[in-house]
């Protein structure tokens, strides 16, 4: 009888920790996402271009509104897609992957075209779906939305649109080196170095910090790969860090265990924290005349801190619109029909074919002449 008694008790407390949703909240958001999602893809119809959302009701999205989105969830560990996202800088870890706080290029590399974010200027803040949809933001500030164009909006949802979105299929002219997983920046510098026959610069450069305050936190003279420790376990710590103003787009990339361990806000704005494996890539305001202040605050019952892989990036224009340019420019023709991929190379064609779908086994070429390989981690190559 106890036993039973314990497995009741057990079984009741269990399920009174899983959250649900009721069938009518259920029914509004599911609704209001999928008319979002239906008119993202009537903006670019006929053609493989990827959709992403600033909101998601599961990481399943993409197959139950029927769109081309990059979040995915698999209880049989789907390997191929995990990697494929994750070796290009998506956060991923065992049999899921993240839409949230991807950058500018990665974006483009993904072939994000339609941007979904939504709309704080709404005249329906107050009704149930606004308010479902709303709360299920996954996203911290887009401060890198001036690369986009407005190109739509409905009472839930503005639109945007990334002119720098790559197609599908893209020539390379190096095979894609393998990067560190935890740092995506370097995945995105690694992919984009490969788009010209000639070397150019790093899309991404590390930029150093103007100045370094500390409260309760042991002196540091650098913050790469550098441990953080509390003088006094008994109170609170900050570490205080200052960026100075500038007119390009910078990125603060930080390891799993800062997010784990540290409360992080930019300009006394908190940035939502992730518990998945994987580095957390966030924009940082384009201010060409304040400074912009990041504040990490450690947990309580913290007493140290591994910075791991964190870092403040620089988003080079140049060499990154020349490598844009190059790679639209040298990509085959192709359409995408039926669960088939049609690739037309140029004359005088060199060098390597990417896709950005991910490599398994089941793929086939009509072409005896052409092999596909997995020589870019985790992606299909030609």
Known sequence: TLLVLDMGANAYASLKAISFISKADFTVTSKALNAAYT????????????????????????????FNGISTFSSVLNTSTINALTNIGAIGSAG???????????????GVRQLLLVNTQ????????????????????????????????????????????LPVATQIYRKVPTQVQANPVLQQNAYFSTFTPETIGAIFTTTDFS???????????????AIAT????????????????????????MGENMR??????INNVPLKN????????????????????????????????????????????QPFEQAVAAAKQHAPKQVVKNGSVTLTTRQNNSGYI????????GWQVDNKQVKIQNYTPASIGL
């Open 354 to 361: 990417m896709l950005t779908i991910p490599y398994e086994k």
């Open 211 to 225: 100045g370094i305050t500390v409260d309760n936190v042991k002196p540091l003279t650098t913050l790469t790969n």
């Open 274 to 317: 992730d518990p998945d494996n994987g580095s957390k890539t966030v924009s940082l305001p384009i201010d060409a005349e304040k400074p912009t202040t990041v504040t990490l605050t450690f947990n309580r019952n913290i007493d140290q801190i591994d910075l791991d892989h964190f870092a403040l990036y620089t988003l080079n224009r």
């Open 39 to 66: 008119e993202a893809k009537t903006l670019a119809p006929n053609t493989f271009y990827r959709v992403n959302s600033d909101t998601q009701r599961s990481m399943d999205d993409p197959y139950q509104y029927n």
């Open 260 to 265: 784990k361990n540290m409360a992080i806000s």
């Open 230 to 253: 509390k003088k006094d376990k008994k109170l609170g710590a900050t570490i205080t860090l200052n960026v100075n103003p500038s007119t390009e787009q910078r990125y603060l990339v």
């Open 96 to 110: 899921r992957v993240k839409n949230n706080d991807l950058t500018w290029p990665l974006e483009s590399l993904l």
């Open 122 to 165: 709404s005249t329906k803040t107050t009704t149930p779906e606004y308010q479902q949809i709303s709360s299920r933001i996954i996203d911290n500030p887009r401060y890198d939305l001036p690369a986009y164009k407005l190109i739509g909006h409905n009472d839930y949802f503005n639109i945007y649109q990334n002119p720098d979105a």
